[in-house]
Structures are given as C-alpha cells and as structure tokens.
C-alpha cells in the first residue's frame, strides 16, 4: 500500500503496509513502565452488586474501568496545559496528526552528577534538515525501557539551549524515549518544557511533547512520515500511539 506525500517542493513515497510504531503498552502489572512516584495502572471490571463485568466470571461482556496517569504509565502526549494555569486541551490543540520527522539517536553526555543531551548533539544531528518534528532514542536502547522503573532514577534530561535550537530549527513536535524533556527534581524549573513552548512571551499552542515512547533498534536514523494518533481526553495530556513510515524515495519537484 504506497502513498505519494506533497510536502513543499518534495514528492515523499512511503509504504503504508509498513508502519513502525513507538508507543509503549499500557498493561495492569507492576512491569509497566512508570515513573513520578505513583502505583501501576489497573484495569478491572466493573461490579454492580452480584455482577462482575467479565465473561470469565459470567457475565455476556467484558466490562472493565481502567485507573492510569497518563504522564506516569507510558506513551503520552502533551501540550502547553501541562505547566500553565489556564487550562489547555492536547485534544483542541492539536489538529494536525502527519509530520516530517527525523529519528536521531543519541549518547547522553555526563554532567556532573547529571546526564544530559545537549545543543551540539542537535546541531550534529539535524544539520541543515528541516523537520516538523524530531524523535530522539538514547542509548543504551535496550528493552528494559518498556517496563522501567523511573522513579527517583535522575533520568537524563534535555539542556534548556538545546530545546531552544529545536525551537528555531521550526520543530513543533518532539518526540523522547524518556519520562519527561526535564530533570527528575529540578525544583520545579521546567526549563526545558519552557523553552519548547515558549512559555514567557506568545505560547506555542500547537506545538506538542511526547515522552515514554520507545524506538526499535530495527528502526535507522533518518528520515520518516510520522503519524502522531492520541486518545481525544479533554485533558493538558493523554495516551498516545506516534507511529513512522520510513520514506523510501524522495522526488524534486520543479515548479
């Protein structure tokens, strides 16, 4: 199933047949992945009086309440309502859902006690490439990240200046196989999600962050369609399935 994509100047073929997905599952146990300090999802069914929401206990359907954090318990994304007083629906924000993306894969560097990645590691990166939005897989990459425990692991995090140059090389979704863009405990900085929504002069509204995604290692570098597909919660964040397509031919077009 190909599909041919107009972007500016450029004819983009991808393979519809083949799509890459990066979301972590949510699952009722203790080894799904989670950070911020709180409980594992659950997922029971319903019971009203004598009846139980299950097949396996009787009853025609099953029929289950699910109880989860969508920053806590795995792929999530989010928009500027997550730190601003007004409320902000990643929903109402977000009405776009295809984008050019780069996957780029990155060694956090030691700062102190910290591990960071930092603006010249997105300079080497992205070089001249414009893209809507940037998927980063650190390394190691191995797939303990889809059932990590984060909590009070002082994850790496992303430099303030290197969100800035993410901001002027025009990216308005970015995308990370981390808990957040921000250090664990920062005392409640946010540096870097500031940044990315620019949060002291005219907010970007549409412009989103996605976190707890996990990137194969099947999955090259480089350059992909990425349908970034989220659950419509009336909420500053929700569940989320970002899927890529790998371009495969990329055609000039003289106008």
Not at 72 to 90: D, L, M, N, R
Not at 95 to 124: C, H, M, N, R
Not at 212 to 239: H, M, R, S, W
Request: aromatic residues 10%.
């Amino acid at each position: 199933m190909l599909a041919t994509i107009q972007y500016n100047s450029r004819k983009l073929q991808i393979d519809l047949s083949k799509p890459l997905d990066i979301s972590i599952p949510m699952r009722a146990s203790i080894k799904n992945v989670n950070a911020w300090y709180i409980d594992e999802p659950k997922i029971e069914p319903v019971q009203s009086d004598d009846w139980i929401g299950s097949v396996a206990e009787g009853a025609d359907v099953n029929f289950n309440n699910i109880q989860f954090n969508p920053h806590a318990h795995g792929t999530h994304t989010e928009c500027v309502g997550h730190i601003t007083e007004e409320f902000h629906s990643v929903n109402k924000n977000l009405k776009q859902f295809f984008f050019l993306a780069e996957v780029i894969t990155v060694a956090p560097e030691q700062e102190g006690e910290d591990t960071v990645i930092s603006k010249k590691q997105f300079q080497f990166a992205l070089g001249n490439k414009k893209r809507d939005a940037i998927v980063i897989r650190t390394i190691p990459n191995m797939k303990d990240k889809l059932s990590k425990q984060y909590s009070k692991t002082n994850w790496t995090y992303l430099k303030e200046d290197a969100v800035e140059y993410l901001v002027s090389k025009g990216i308005k979704h970015l995308l990370i196989d981390l808990p957040s863009v921000d250090k664990e405990e920062d005392g409640g900085e946010l540096k870097a999600h500031k940044a990315f929504w620019n949060f002291n002069d005219k907010l970007r509204k549409d412009c989103t962050i996605t976190e707890f995604i996990y990137v194969p290692n099947k999955v090259e570098d480089g350059e992909y369609i990425l349908n970034l597909q989220i659950a419509p919660f009336e909420n500053d964040a929700t569940p989320s399935k970002p899927v890529l397509f790998k371009v495969f031919n990329n055609i000039k077009v003289n106008f």
